[in-house]
C-alpha cells in the first residue's frame, strides 16, 4: 500500500496505517541485513510515492473528509516500549524522524515513506534510484530529496527500472514493488518485472508488497515465484481474518538475505498481537529458504 500511485490512489489517508508499519518494519531488517557487508549496494523503489507525509492532514480528502488510518497502525506502537529490537530499529527511524521535522508533540504527525526510510539507513556508499509515474507525488519527491546525492528520482512508470537500473555497477541490490493493484493487470505486471529483474541480475533480493483480499489475488503469482528458479518466501501478517475487505497484507521476498526469515517472523508475532482488528489475527512466515 504505497504511496498514490494510481489514479484513484490517495495514500495520504493510509499513511502509517497497519500496512506500512509491516512493509516498512521489514524493509528495515531487509537494509540492515545488507548493510552486515561493508560494500554499498542499490536501493531501487519502483513505486516510491512523496517520500513523506503529514499525518495531520491525512483526514482531508478531495471533497469531503475521510477517517485517517495512522492511529490503526503507527499510533498503536507510538507509546509503546516493549517492541523487539527487530522492530525497535523501525521505530527508533520514525520517532527521529517525526522530531526532526519540528513535531514537539506527544503523538506523531510526520511520517517517512518508504524513500525516506531508506535515505535515513542509506550510508555514504549505498545509492538510491526512486520511480513514481504520478506528476504531483513525483514532484514532492524531488523536493524530499532536493540536493541529496547518490539518489535519483525518475517520473516514468517503475515497470521500467529493472531495465533501466539493473544489473547494478555495485553488484548488490535491493529493490522494492510496491504497486497500488488497481488494475487487473498488475500481477501479470509484477511477475514480468521480477522475471527481467532476476533475468538481468540474479543475485539482487527483491521485495514485493501485496493486500491480501480477494481483489488482489496472487493467481499464479505463488506458482511463479516458486519456479522462479531463485530462493524466496513470503512474510503474512492478517489483522482482521473476517473481513470482507482487506484482511492483512504480505511481503514476497526473493533471495531474503540471512536470517531474515527469523528476524520477520518476531516482527509478525509482535504486530499480529498489537495490530490485530479482530479474533484470530496472526503473522507468519512461509515457503522460507535462504542464501
Not at 14 to 21: E, F, L, M, P, S
Not at 43 to 64: C, E, I, N, P
Not at 97 to 103: E, P, V
Not at 123 to 134: C, S
Amino acid at each position: 500500500m504505497q504511496e498514490a500511485k494510481g489514479v484513484n490512489y490517495r495514500h495520504a489517508f493510509h499513511a502509517a496505517n497497519y500496512a506500512d508499519v509491516f512493509k516498512h518494519a521489514l524493509l528495515v531488517r531487509l537494509a540492515r541485513a545488507l548493510q552486515r557487508k561493508e560494500k554499498g549496494f542499490l536501493f531501487v523503489d519502483t513505486h516510491a510515492g512523496r517520500g513523506r507525509y503529514d499525518l495531520s492532514r491525512a483526514a482531508r480528502g478531495d471533497s469531503r473528509d475521510r477517517q485517517p488510518e495512522w492511529p490503526g497502525g503507527i499510533g498503536r506502537l507510538w507509546g509503546r516500549g516493549d517492541a523487539p529490537p527487530e522492530l525497535g530499529d523501525y521505530l527508533g527511524l520514525v520517532r527521529a524522524f517525526d522530531r526532526s521535522r519540528g513535531n514537539l508533540a506527544a503523538g506523531p504527525r510526520f511520517y517517512p515513506g518508504s524513500p525516506r526510510i531508506m535515505g535515513l539507513l542509506a550510508r555514504p556508499q549505498d545509492r538510491m534510484e526512486l520511480w513514481e509515474k504520478q506528476p504531483a507525488e513525483c514532484a514532492a519527491l524531488r523536493r524530499e530529496f532536493a540536493g541529496e546525492r547518490r539518489v535519483g528520482v525518475h517520473a516514468a512508470d517503475g515497470y521500467g527500472a529493472m531495465r533501466a537500473c539493473l544489473p547494478p555497477p555495485e553488484r548488490r541490490a535491493l529493490v522494492l514493488v510496491d504497486p497500488p493493484f488497481e488494475a487487473p493487470q498488475e500481477w501479470s505486471e509484477v511477475a514480468a518485472a521480477l522475471a527481467e529483474g532476476i533475468g538481468r541480475f540474479r543475485g539482487g533480493t527483491y521485495a514485493v508488497w501485496f493486500p491480501l483480499t480477494g481483489r488482489a489475488r496472487m493467481g499464479g503469482f505463488a506458482d511463479w515465484l516458486r519456479g522462479a528458479g531463485a530462493p524466496s518466501l513470503v512474510a503474512e501478517l492478517v489483522v482482521d481474518p473476517g473481513a470482507e475487505g482487506m484482511t492483512g497484507c504480505a511481503l514476497a521476498v526473493v533471495n531474503p538475505p540471512w536470517r531474515f526469515a527469523e528476524e520477520a517472523q518476531t516482527v509478525l508475532a509482535y504486530l499480529a498481537d498489537v495490530l490485530a482488528r479482530g479474533q484470530g489475527a496472526h503473522g507468519s512466515v512461509l515457503g522460507a529458504a535462504s542464501r
